[in-house]
C-alpha cells in the first residue's frame, strides 16, 4: 500500500496542472560530439551503452544510474553526451521495467546484471575500456543505489569503482539499499555527495548518513542553495538536463515532469566539473571551488 500510495503522489507531482496533454515545447542542447548508442534496454537488466569514437586507447567506464522511474535517458542526455565527449563510455542500465516494478530490493541486482552485460557486448565488439579508470555515478533512487554498491559491490561481482558519486540520494517511503552505516564502503573510494538545499522529494538526510559514515579517505558534501534571484534552484531535479538525441520515446509520469521542467544551467556544470575534476585525479582537492565561486549560488562544501 505504501508502494501505491508513493507512486500516486509521484505521478501527482509530474502531471501539468492542465492534465498530461499539457506538455511545452523543451528547452535542450544538443551539439556536435558524437555518440554511438547501442540500445539493449528492452528488460529491466539491460542497459543503453554510449560510446565515444574508438581509439586504441582504452576508454574509462561510467555506470550512471537514473533516478525511480527515469527510464528515457533524454533526462539526463546533456550530461550523458558531455561525458561521451570527455571520452568515456558510459552504461545507462534500464533496472526497471516501469514505475509501478520491480521492488526497489531488486534495483542493485538488476543493475549489476546490467553492468556485466554491457561489458560482455564491449568485450564481445573488441571495443577499448578499462575498468581500472571507473566510477558509478548515481541520481535519486540511482544515488541511493551507487552508494549501496560501493558496500556491496563485491558480493554482485561488480568491480570496485574508484569515484561514487551520489546525488541527491534518497528512497522516498521505502527503506530497500538504504544502509544505517556505509562504513564498509573500500576505504579507497573517492566520495561525492551532492544535495540540494531546496529538496521536498528525498531531502538531504541520507546523503548525510552516506557522507558521514562512510570511512573512505578522499570524500565531499557538498550543497548548493539556490541564488537569490531564483535563476537558480536547489530542488531535487538538478541533474537532470534534456538532450533529445537521447530520447528513447517513453512519456512515463518522469519522462514528463523532465519535459515540462529539466534545464541546463550552472548548477549542471557544477556537477559535470565536479566529477569530471574527482574522476581525473588522484584527490579530491578545492581547485574546483575557485571555478563555483564564479556562479551566481552559494555551495557549501564538508
Not at 40 to 55: F, K
Not at 104 to 114: D, E
Not at 270 to 293: M, V
Amino acid at each position: 500500500m505504501i508502494w501505491l500510495v508513493f507512486i500516486f503522489i509521484h505521478v501527482l507531482l509530474s502531471v501539468s496542472p492542465n492534465g498530461f496533454d499539457s506538455i511545452p515545447t523543451p528547452v535542450a542542447v544538443s551539439d556536435s560530439i558524437q555518440v554511438r548508442t547501442i540500445d539493449r534496454a528492452a528488460t529491466p537488466d539491460g542497459y543503453y551503452l554510449y560510446l565515444p569514437e574508438a581509439t586504441a586507447q582504452p576508454r574509462g567506464v561510467v555506470l550512471f544510474v537514473h533516478g525511480y522511474g527515469c527510464l528515457n535517458p533524454m533526462i539526463y542526455g546533456a550530461w550523458i553526451r558531455h561525458l561521451v565527449g570527455r571520452g568515456n563510455v558510459v552504461i545507462y542500465p534500464r533496472y526497471q521495467e516501469s514505475i509501478w516494478s520491480p521492488s526497489p530490493r531488486m534495483f542493485a541486482i538488476n543493475v549489476s546484471h546490467a553492468f556485466s552485460n554491457a561489458t560482455s557486448l564491449l568485450d564481445s565488439i573488441h571495443y577499448p575500456y578499462t575498468l581500472n579508470n571507473l566510477a558509478y555515478v548515481g541520481h535519486s533512487y540511482g544515488g541511493t543505489t551507487v552508494a549501496y554498491l560501493g558496500v556491496y559491490y563485491d558480493s554482485l561481482a561488480m568491480p570496485k569503482p574508484d569515484v561514487i558519486m551520489a546525488c541527491q540520494p534518497g528512497t522516498g517511503p521505502f527503506d530497500a539499499l538504504k544502509l544505517q552505516s556505509y562504513e564498509r564502503m573500500d576505504s579507497t573510494i573517492k566520495l561525492l555527495v551532492l544535495v540540494g538545499k531546496d529538496d521536498k522529494t528525498v531531502g538531504d538526510a541520507l546523503g548525510k548518513v552516506i557522507f558521514s559514515t562512510a570511512k573512505v579517505r578522499n570524500k565531499q558534501f557538498v550543497e548548493h542553495l539556490a541564488s537569490k534571484d531564483e535563476l537558480f534552484t536547489a530542488s531535487h531535479y538538478e541533474p537532470e538536463g534534456l538532450d533529445m538525441a537521447f530520447d528513447n520515446g517513453d512519456r512515463n509520469v518522469s519522462a514528463k515532469r523532465a519535459l515540462r521542467l529539466a534545464k541546463l544551467d550552472a548548477v549542471d556544470s557544477l556537477y559535470w566539473n565536479l566529477f569530471d575534476h574527482t574522476f581525473q585525479n588522484d584527490t579530491l582537492c578545492s581547485g574546483w571551488e575557485l571555478d563555483t565561486a564564479r556562479n551566481h549560488f552559494p555551495i557549501e562544501i564538508k
